[in-house]
């Protein structure tokens, strides 16, 4: 099926779905064992899409025990990492051939634009085939010992794995952890957020016809607090790959505490700082890559670029072009390809962003576009908000907003630029315009983040590694460095006579 799919098409095949909407746990798709379920609902017309099954620490209990016995019996763990590679290409195969319905999934279930999914299915995609090729690739070491001896270190999968994803880029932030992990050889089960489970239950299906043998790759839907803390609690997961808010990150890290000292890989939240130069090339793509990096996902997205760090002396002009990109980037009907952004992915999460929009103004902001924070609107939209003014002390400033709404502060030297930029607890990502080579790697080196983008927002692929520094998290995601998290290092010491 092509990709140049009208808005009548989109609506039509949404029309057709059907949704998987059972745990699948071994190697069948059940119902939870509390028999419990929790609506799914399409926050761009507030339709109940489907009851989904909500699995607790029963389930949980049961899918750990498949995991291991799966692990252990090495039908998968201790298989060639060149036929682990034939199923995982199986499976990005049968992604590619479902990417419209897969990208539909995350559109009608979370909000975000159909355009937007089809480029999360490139990237899932992408990260499939990245670690599948590689898993055959990746060498152990012969250590430089004497003679007497011959030191090995071997890398083994870590045993059972609990990837905890969230909903603004459900599938594929789901791929960015269990590729890596799968490859390696663990077990993997992956708890889906409550908020977009629909993809995570078809992705179940595809990965059983690619051949990945059972209690290999398990999904339990349910919420955070029932079934995603059971697992962290689990005497017998191994590792817990995380991406999610700061709060909950740090409530993971206990669970490990309480329990067995799993492995813990945190990819959290940001506030992150895009600094504009005034020797900088293009104002007008400068501040329509800048409007990108705040509305793009309805600004749902953890690398939002959401502080913008002008220099005065072009600050006014600045902004003046960012309000007119931003005009351009209208909310609307998630399954319109031609929608720059879609519906906000729930009520919460809709209430909290005009919240924030009301404290800017309370706090001496100046709104220089954006919702009326007064307004209420027939659907969960908000339009580009944009605050000029902001300071330090202002929690739109400060605090992660997860929507579109953008704060611009001014400054008036590099100095002071980087101060503002490493005055948060986030270090996730930041930008830096400006065509002097070296400011550019004086000023990428002082910034604390953990990744840094010149004269782009968001410019990266499958071969660079992901992640944040201070309260941002502590795992990277992508590239060999992730899959590397997803093994243990054994040494063996031969003794032998020289
Ligand atoms: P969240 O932390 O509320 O939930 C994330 C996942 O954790 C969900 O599956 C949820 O059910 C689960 N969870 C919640 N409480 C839990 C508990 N007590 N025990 C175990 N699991 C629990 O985050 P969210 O609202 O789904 O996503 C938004 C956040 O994710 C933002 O802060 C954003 O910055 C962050 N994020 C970070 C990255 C990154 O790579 N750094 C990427 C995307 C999103």
């Not at 095949?13 to 699948?24: I, M, S, V, Y």
């Not at 705040?294 to 006014?316: M, P, W």
């Not at 910034?447 to 309260?471: C, H, I, R, Y």
Request: net charge negative; proline share 5%.
């Amino acid at each position: 099926m092509s990709n140049e799919l009208t808005h009548a098409d989109w609506q039509r095949l949404a029309g057709d779905l059907t949704f998987e909407t059972r745990a699948f746990v071994d190697d069948a798709f059940v119902a939870a064992v509390s028999g419990e379920t929790f609506a799914t609902v399409n926050p761009a017309t507030g339709e109940t899409l489907a009851e989904v099954a909500s699995c607790d620490a029963a389930d949980a209990e049961v899918a750990v025990a498949h995991a291991r016995r799966a692990f252990a019996e090495g039908g998968w763990s201790r298989r060639a990492p060149g036929e682990r590679k034939a199923v995982l290409l199986r499976l990005a195969a049968l992604m590619e051939q479902h990417k419209n319905e897969l990208a539909l999934l995350d559109t009608l279930d979370m909000g975000k634009p159909i355009a937007s999914s089809l480029g999360d299915m490139a990237g899932a995609i992408g990260c499939l085939r990245h670690h599948a090729e590689s898993i055959d690739k990746l060498y152990g070491e012969v250590a430089p010992t004497g003679e007497d001896a011959l030191g090995l270190v071997l890398r083994e999968p870590l045993g059972v794995v609990a990837s905890i994803v969230p909903w603004n880029f459900p599938l594929m932030m789901t791929a960015w952890k269990i590729a890596p992990a799968l490859a390696a050889g663990n077990s993997v089960i992956l708890k889906p957020s409550e908020k977009s489970p629909l993809s995570a239950l078809r992705l179940a299906q595809l990965a059983k016809e690619a051949g990945l043998p059972r209690g290999v790759f398990q999904v339990l839907p349910g919420f955070g607090h029932t079934v995603g803390k059971a697992l962290a609690l689990s005497m017998d997961v191994d590792c817990l790959a995380f991406t999610g808010s700061t709060a909950v990150g740090k409530q993971l890290m206990q669970y490990a505490g309480q329990s067995n000292l799993k492995r813990v890989y945190l990819e959290c939240g940001g506030k992150s700082p895009n600094l504009v130069f005034a020797d900088c090339k293009d104002l007008d793509a400068v501040a329509r890559h800048a409007a990108e990096a705040i509305f793009h996902n309805q600004g749902e997205v953890c690398i939002a670029g959401s502080r913008l760090l002008v220099e005065n002396s072009i600050r006014e002009a600045v902004v003046d072009k960012l309000l007119a990109a931003a005009e351009s980037m209208q909310p609307g009907d998630p399954l319109d390809p031609a929608s720059f952004m879609g519906a906000m992915v729930d009520r919460t999460q809709y209430e909290r962003v005009r919240d924030y929009i009301r404290r800017g103004v309370e706090e001496g902001a100046t709104l220089r576009t954006g919702s009326d924070p007064a307004a209420e609107g027939p659907g969960l939209f908000i339009a580009p908000t944009v605050f000029d003014g902001v300071t330090p002390q202002m929690a739109i400033g400060r605090e992660e907003i997860f929507g579109p709404v953008l704060a611009v502060f001014g400054f008036d030297s590099e100095e002071e630029a980087v101060r503002l930029a490493n005055d948060s607890e986030y270090g996730l990502a930041a930008g830096v315009w400006s065509q002097d080579i070296d400011r550019i790697m004086r000023v990428s080196r002082r910034l604390e983040s953990g990744q840094v983008f010149v004269n782009n927002w968001a410019g990266m692929d499958q071969t660079v590694p992901f992640g944040g520094v201070k309260q941002s998290g502590n795992g990277r995601d992508k590239s060999h460095h992730s899959l590397e998290e997803y093994s243990e290092l054994k040494t063996v010491w031969l003794s032998l006579v020289p």
